[in-house]
């Protein structure tokens, strides 16, 4: 049964990031605060220094047991900007799971040699089984979901909010823009997570672009339905590109292919090329959650419009940001 986002927070923080939707824009909005205090402290010395000093004595453990460089590192750099240690345990074979031991007593003893767990975990929902354990059994720890199966990616999605409010800082912020999402959004769970953020906003639209067997779930567009202006789904990308304010293109999730499901798709139909940038606003911005394929060609990447490599330094900070909120110091960092 999934966690109530109150059982999750104490006195107004985040004690756990296990689902998008424990999100609040008040939060977001102190988590982006402090992720740009932390990076305008960071262009100094001393302000580095004063950085690394928030934290220090605390550790982190990265307990990612599913491919990840960007997310994984993003974690890592981000924690270590805030003076944290950390350790990684990035195989279950290496744990006693492999002599039989459960996953959450595998978790509780990482716990008891960490202040928080960032996991990226191929089961969807473990990340809050293993906070609701942490819960029961009084343990002060954190849990950071960094990304669970095809289900959640909450960070990710902090991290492209957090791009697009700064995208969008001087023209009106997020309200009222059109935002087109592309690629497997069946599969891809940052979309997913993405989707879900942008509810919070005022008058959004969205408009869903993927091959026919990749359409986003029931789930999310009755989501959309009920919270955006307008939601409009195709598998055909043109007439889309001219209306939107930003476009977030994603890959095929072939890993999660089976024997049942294989789709066959010809990314040419909806890969973004010279003459579909031909078609996008002049200030229209561009990005992706990366590991890219063909969705982009890199001959795009000098575009002002492609954003995706900020998107990726974005991913830090605004981690930087979210571990600041759980782990108490975000006044520290916003004070100075
Ligand atoms: C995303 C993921 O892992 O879901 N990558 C990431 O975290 N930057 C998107 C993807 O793998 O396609």
Sequence with gaps: M??????????????????????????LEDIFDVADAARLLNTSRPGSIYLQDSLVGRRALLYFVQPSSRT?????????????????????????EVKGESALDTVRT?????????????????SEQCARHFIDYDLRRHVINGGSGQDEHPTQALLDIYTL?????NRGGIDGKRILLVGDLAR?????????????????????????????????????EKYFTDIRVSDQIDKFLSDADAVY????????????????????????????????????VVMHPLPRRD??????????????????????????????????????????
Excluded at 80 to 92: D, P, Q
Excluded at 110 to 126: K, V
Aim: hydrophobic share 35%; proline share 4%.
């Design 2 to 27: 999934a966690i109530d986002s109150q059982t999750l927070t104490y006195r107004g923080r985040l004690v756990h990031m296990v689902r998008t939707h424990q999100f609040t824009r008040p939060l």
């Design 72 to 96: 994984f590192l993003s974690f890592q750099a981000a924690a270590s900007m805030l003076g944290m240690s950390t350790s990684e345990v990035r195989e279950r074979e290496t744990s006693s």
């Design 110 to 126: 990482y716990a008891m040699y960490h202040d928080l767990i960032i996991m990226r975990y191929p089961e969807p929902g473990f």
């Design 165 to 169: 409010h700064r995208e969008f800082y």
């Design 188 to 224: 891809g769970r940052a979309a997913r997570s993405l989707l879900q953020l942008l509810t919070l906003y005022e008058g959004v639209n969205v408009d869903l672009v993927s091959p026919s067997e990749l359409r986003m779930k029931e789930d999310m567009l009755r989501l959309g």
């Design 249 to 284: 293109m994603t890959r095929v999730q072939s890993e999660y292919d089976s024997k049942d499901f294989s789709p066959q798709v010809d990314e040419s139909g909806y890969a973004l090329s010279d003459s579909r940038y031909g078609l996008l606003k002049s200030n229209a």
């Design 295 to 336: 969705e982009i060609p890199t001959e795009l990447d000098r575009d002002p419009r492609s954003r995706y490599w900020e998107q990726v330094e974005n991913g830090m900070w605004a981690r930087v940001g979210l571990i600041a909120h759980m782990l108490g110091c975000t006044e520290r960092v916003k004070s100075s």
